[in-house]
């Protein structure tokens, strides 16, 4: 069973144009989220992260927001660049050794 | 960028024979991960490593065993591979394992092809 889930295969967007790539869990054992970037022949590398005591997390142009009755958590990026395209993967652990990933969702962003 | 190669980069195979990746990194951190990605379901832990001989089972383990002997080295054994396991092989690192509160760092990975 896919514990984390990221519905949405693609999103493509226009260069200054706000991203949100949305993301959502079962398990409610989860406690900490991340974002991965991964472009073509690379790992995924980390891109920002959330615990379960906050809300909202903040770095530049990233923003992670969490929503824990829903179990929804989406990834904002504004304005979106053309070097943000790229596969976003999402992911969740909680307090043990058990890191699970959505299966991505592919960006495009457009000049 | 953290110090992870993997190896080989690029492998085609038949089924039925066995096939070594290897992940080295020189971080000296304690835990070291291989995963799989497939289309349609991300990346899936396969079996990790807390220390030197030190191992366990991950989300898919099975057809797969795994060996450190040596802090820097972890190596994904497919004993007698299948076209099943045809797929994209990350090796991923952490210092603490307290994957909660620390993100692990990724190597480029290994695309294996069985035929």
């Known amino acids: 069973d896919q514990q984390v889930k990221q519905n949405s295969p693609s999103l493509s967007v226009q260069e200054g144009r706000i991203s949100i790539l949305n993301c959502d869990y079962t398990?409610?054992?989860?406690?900490?989220f991340l974002w991965y970037k991964k472009y073509p022949a690379e790992g995924p590398t980390f891109l920002i992260s959330i615990s379960s005591i906050k809300d909202k997390n903040e770095d530049g142009r990233f923003t992670v927001f969490l929503n824990k009755s829903a179990k929804h958590l989406s990834l904002h990026i504004v304005p979106s660049q053309p070097g943000d395209s790229a596969v976003y993967f999402c992911a969740a652990s909680a307090n043990n050794n058990d890191m699970r990933f959505g299966a991505g969702t592919r960006l495009t962003v457009k000049p | 960028d953290a110090g992870i190669t993997q190896s080989p980069r690029h492998k085609v195979t038949e089924t039925g024979t066995p096939v070594t990746l290897r992940c080295h990194q020189t971080e000296n951190h304690r835990y070291m991960y291989w995963y799989r990605q497939d289309p349609g379901h991300g990346l899936r832990l396969i079996h990790y490593?807390?220390?030197?001989?030190?191992?366990d089972k991950g989300e898919v383990s099975d057809g797969y065993s795994v060996s450190r002997s040596k802090t820097e080295d972890f190596l994904l054994t497919l004993e007698s591979a299948t076209s099943s396991q045809t797929s994209v092989y990350f090796c991923?690192?952490?210092?603490?394992?307290?994957?909660?509160?620390?993100?692990?760092?990724f190597g480029p990975g290994t695309r294996l092809l069985v035929l």
């Open positions: 490593s807390y220390g030197v001989k030190d191992t």
């Open positions: 398990n409610s054992m989860f406690d900490y």
């Open positions: 991923a690192i952490s210092e603490t394992g307290q994957l909660f509160q620390e993100t692990q760092y």
